[in-house]
């Protein structure tokens, strides 16, 4: 299998993009999703992040409130790590796990996996590609703040807490800018899916 990164900033268009790679045949694995499977109630992970942060950060039904989580987070560099320390063992983990669950079914294929730390991390040399999301910055404060119910202050905050997007542009095999209507993403997408698999190809062919 073809393993590609997929990455980019908050509210750059990520989930909009691996959509569409998964409609055009790719295997995708959304590290978002399992985060909110590692803060659910009961889990090892949730109750070291109570522990350390506080049951504040509990809902009524005693699950993790990400927002009030990331209130916090996103306003403190020192607790922002900590939580990484606290999750980021975990989720790579379990990204490994469905990769090699992949891999069982079948040797050939492309699988995305969709992570916005992931040049944080350190982990995009786990990935024979990488491709980063970006859209102009008045757009993606104006998406954050309809998303997530954020004033404009709150929005800047959570995308100056994080890394330059230039500074994952670099890094990147594949651009596509999602400021533009959503057929043009698509387009992009599709021209990216191309390139992917002759790149799936040439890995095979490489292993066999």
């Given at each position: ?70 209130g916090i987070v996103f306003n403190d560099s020192a607790k922002r790590l900590l939580l990484n ?47 980063v999301v970006t859209c102009d910055s008045s757009l993606q404060i104006t998406r954050l703040m ?63």
């Amino acid at each position: 299998m073809l393993h590609v990164g997929l990455t980019g900033n908050i509210a750059s268009g990520k989930s909009v993009v691996s959509v569409k790679f998964a409609e055009l045949g790719a295997h995708i694995i959304d590290a978002d999703h399992i985060v909110r499977e590692l803060l659910s109630c009961g889990t090892k992970i949730q109750k070291k992040i109570v522990e350390s942060f506080g049951e504040e950060i509990l809902s009524s039904d005693g699950s993790i409130d990400r927002k009030a989580l990331g209130g916090i987070v996103f306003n403190d560099s020192a607790k922002r790590l900590l939580l990484n320390r606290l999750t980021h063992p975990e989720i790579g983990a379990e990204i490994k796990r469905r990769i090699d669950a992949l891999e069982q079914i079948s040797a050939g294929g492309i699988v995305i996996v969709e992570a916005a730390l992931m040049v944080e991390t350190g982990s995009t040399g786990n990935y024979h590609r990488l491709i980063v999301v970006t859209c102009d910055s008045s757009l993606q404060i104006t998406r954050l703040m309809n998303r997530d119910d954020l004033t404009f202050e709150e929005a800047k905050a959570r995308i100056d807490s994080q890394m330059p997007v230039k500074e994952k542009l670099k890094l990147a095999d594949h651009i596509i800018d999602t400021s533009g209507t959503l057929k043009q993403t698509h387009e992009q997408v599709a021209a990216v899916y191309r390139d992917l698999l002759t790149q799936e190809l040439r890995v095979r062919k490489e292993r066999n």
